[in-house]
């Protein structure tokens, strides 16, 4: 309190101050001479101490106020610091409290702490299970009540209730119900171009998902069922397509494992796409290929006419010439007034002229047959090549950057085998019987000389 009146004072001598330097500065602009200035600061200060009176006065009336509000003030403070000690006093008598009833819940509780243990465990290991099972296609939001169940069993506040465990009892009951039924129902898919489309879905158990012959998968992020992308081989398909057609029973390629051996069976590439992976090597060897087969082709149609034709030349005396058993025997005609040497030497010439003919093209299969192989080899170089610079390039960490090398070199050397080896058996199927009918005309030829012989002896 002395401060502030000593603080009020000064403020008052300062103001005082000023005022008589301002009435002494206007008289000095209006006084006309020194005893006029005189009279007029005698008259400021009487007036100037008259207001000062005035002032002490006011400040005077004003300090039983401001003593009241001081005294407001300190009491205001003295029950703030009285409330907070005896909340302080009771926050610790709840701590106790709290302390002893928790004990004690724990001991009420005994091996049923235990139990919810394991229900939260459970449901925790019930609601992964709901996220991949396809059953959720057909039963959706199966996972909130688990959710909820888990989080709060986690809150050692909550207990579960009786509908709570029942309720988890029946998820898990009808889990195992629905995992041996067969279902229709209908439902948006998502098809392989992006189409949403609603269509009668068949659930195999808990296991697959089918549709217009066509496998499925359950997408748990979005909730939705969509049609695979790559679909496993026809004879997979086949299946479902019985499945589906059936309304009593039918032969299903089922997956154990809930999508794990489907999406292995996807990703197998099939044969264009093995094919594929030769690169231009293996193209080169199926165009080789099937050249080679085209002139097999020809050729035992072509030994086939000609066999059919010397068989029947065979039975008949009269030679033809539309064959070349027929060819020869007409030389006999031709030669009838010869000599037995020179008329097999006729006959001799005229079966080189045939042979050529009979073999015509065969070689050409056999080497077929030969470079195929090593095609398939020069493929297997370059896709080694391919692979030990990828290596050399990003290590060995990523198998998949050594895949195209190893699939080239694995998939050409196949390709020269698949040709090579039904090349060889072309070859020597053909070349049999192109000698099969040498033989014939050679028999034929030999009977021929006998026969003069024997006329001339």
């Known amino acids: ?11 008052s001598c300062a103001t005082l101050l000023l005022s008589a330097v301002g009435i002494n500065a206007n008289a000095a602009e209006e006084a006309a001479n020194l005893d006029e200035l005189l009279n007029q600061l005698a008259q400021g200060s009487a007036a100037q101490s008259a207001q000062n009176q ?6 005077k009336s004003k300090v039983a106020e401001q003593g ?6 300190q009491n205001k403070r003295d029950q703030a610091i009285n409330l907070s000690t005896r909340l302080e006093q009771d926050f610790q008598k709840n701590e106790v409290t709290l302390a002893n009833q928790t004990e004690a819940l724990n001991k009420r509780l005994g091996e049923l702490k235990e139990l919810f243990g394991v229900l939260q465990q459970v449901a925790g290991d019930t609601r992964s299970k709901f996220q991949t099972s396809v059953i959720s296609a057909q039963i959706p939001n199966r996972g909130v009540f688990l ?3 888990a989080q709060s069993m986690g809150s050692t506040s909550k207990l579960a209730s009786i509908e709570e465990i029942e309720r988890l009892w029946f998820e898990l009951q009808r889990e195992m119900t629905e995992t041996g039924k067969v279902s229709r129902f209908n439902r948006e898919v998502v098809n392989a171009n992006g189409e949403r489309v609603n269509k009668d879905v068949i659930r195999v158990g808990g296991f697959n998902l089918i549709a217009d012959g066509k496998y499925l998968e359950y997408v748990n992020e979005t909730g939705s069922v969509a049609e695979l992308i790559r679909q496993p081989s026809s004879r997979h398909l086949a299946t479902a397509q019985d499945l589906e057609n059936s309304q009593t029973s039918a032969t299903f390629a089922l997956d154990p494992t809930g999508g794990s051996i489907l999406s292995l069976l996807v990703q197998a590439p099939d044969t264009m796409e093995r094919v594929e992976q030769g690169g231009p090597v293996g193209y080169i060897i199926l165009a080789i290929g099937a050249i080679g087969l085209l002139i097999a082709l020809e050729r035992f149609i072509s030994l086939v006419i000609v066999g059919n034709k010397v068989n029947r030349q065979l039975k008949s005396d009269t030679p033809s010439s539309d064959n070349p058993l027929g060819r020869v025997m007409m030389v006999k005609t031709e030669g009838a007034n010869v000599d037995n040497e020179t008329l097999e030497l006729k006959l001799s010439e005229s079966i080189l002229r045939e042979v050529p003919k009979l073999s015509s093209k065969l070689t050409l299969i056999k080497i077929i047959s030969v470079v195929a192989p090593l095609i398939g080899l020069l493929g297997t170089v370059t896709g080694m090549i391919n692979t030990f610079q990828a290596i050399t390039l990003f290590g060995t960490g990523d198998p998949k950057l050594m895949a195209g090398g190893i699939s080239q070199a694995l998939v050409t050397t196949v390709l020269g085998l698949v040709v090579a080896i039904p090349m060889v058996f072309l070859f020597t199927f053909l070349n049999s019987r192109s000698r099969k009918i040498i033989n014939i005309l050679q028999q034929e030829s030999t009977g021929i000389i006998a026969e003069r012989a024997e006329k001339g002896a």
Request: hydrophobic share 50%.
């Open 1 to 11: 309190m002395k401060k502030l009146f000593s603080r009020l004072g000064k403020a």
């Open 54 to 59: 005035q002032r002490e006065a006011e400040f």
């Open 68 to 73: 009241a509000l001081l005294t407001a003030a």
């Open 147 to 149: 959710n909820e169940f």
